[in-house]
């Protein structure tokens, strides 16, 4: 196994790495939408977190060698769900056509007031 880091996202605050690689795939720790380099926690809309949250994500799989478009299952964490329709179109501009397994999953308050976290898994390489 692999531990990844990158200072293009932000950095684990804890016992755990901001990914895995392990077996042809990235476990992507679960991300917040923090600004990497920034010790502010601005929390903007819901459509500026998703995307700032969905440029972390990408930022740690392209560290590890994949990317956005390898990603074969996400999970995210919405603290309300009638922001579910906002979340969903921006999660959507972002992926384009790549459409990986998701779950939503409603939560209560996330760290530092944030509405939204995910966590990704995506394939190395050429394996499908």
Do not use: K
């Amino acid at each position: 196994m692999q531990s990844i880091s990158t200072p293009n996202a932000p950095a684990a605050g804890g016992h755990y790495s901001q990914a895995i690689v392990h077996g042809g795939f990235v476990f992507v720790a679960g991300q917040l939408p923090m600004v990497p380099g920034q010790t502010a926690h601005t929390v903007g809309t819901i459509e500026e977190q998703t995307e700032q949250v969905l440029r972390n994500v990408s930022a740690v799989l392209d560290a590890s060698g994949s990317s956005i478009a390898r990603v074969c299952q996400m999970t995210l964490y919405v603290s309300d769900m009638s922001l579910w329709g906002r979340v969903n179109a921006t999660y959507a501009a972002f992926l384009g056509d790549h459409r990986p397994a998701r779950a939503v999953v409603p939560v209560n308050d996330l760290h530092f007031g944030y509405q939204i976290e995910v966590q990704a898994i995506a394939a190395l390489g050429d394996s499908q």
